[in-house]
């Protein structure tokens, strides 16, 4: 959650901001659940190799003509084992820093105002794109229209307006 400073305040999210934000979170999460989907497929297929190998080259009774490898099945499912709860702890926590927060901004229903200064205004040639550099923490340049950079001047405030914890930037005034 962000610090909320002097310069800056929460306010309601319109309904434009909840619906942007909820198709956020419903795309986050699909493609967080396709990920994970692929990291077990392929934990799963590359043990079962391991496990498949090791059965053929582990020979615990036969002492003379040992093996270059000598995987034991059960230090095989042991480290199945460990690797699953590792990426599960790992995506597990992923999930709960990025995709529940976002659930718990939406159900919150507040957003972030921030005032900020205009530190520098720049004008991209290559993509015919006006921008303010601000003071923010959060934000640090946002693109703007050409009739706004026209407005305001170095060292005018502004207003953005972000969402507490994944900052996603809704606008300025």
């Not at 962000?2 to 419903?26: D, F, G, K």
């Not at 659940?33 to 799963?44: D, E, Q, T």
């Not at 921008?131 to 953005?160: A, G, P, Q, W």
């Amino acid at each position: 959650m962000v610090h909320i400073t002097n310069n800056s305040y929460r306010e309601p999210m319109e309904r434009e901001e909840l619906q942007y934000l909820e198709r956020q979170a419903v795309r986050q999460r699909k493609l967080f659940l396709r990920v994970a989907h692929y990291i077990f497929l392929g934990l799963a297929l590359f043990m079962t190799a391991l496990y498949t190998f090791s059965n053929f080259t582990y020979d615990p009774g036969n002492i003379d003509e040992r093996t270059e490898t000598p995987l034991s099945p059960v230090f095989v499912l042991q480290v199945a084992a460990g690797m699953f709860l590792f990426f599960a702890i790992v995506l597990g926590l992923l999930y709960y820093f990025t995709i529940l927060s976002l659930f718990r901004e939406i159900k919150s229903g507040y957003k972030v105002v921030e005032q900020a200064f205009i530190v520098e205004k720049k004008y991209m040639s290559q993509t015919h794109s006006y921008h303010f550099y601000l003071s923010s923490r959060i934000k640090k340049s946002i693109e703007v229209n050409k009739k706004d950079y026209n407005f305001y001047d170095v060292n005018d405030e502004i207003n953005i307006e972000y969402s507490p914890a994944s900052y996603h930037f809704f606008g300025y005034h």
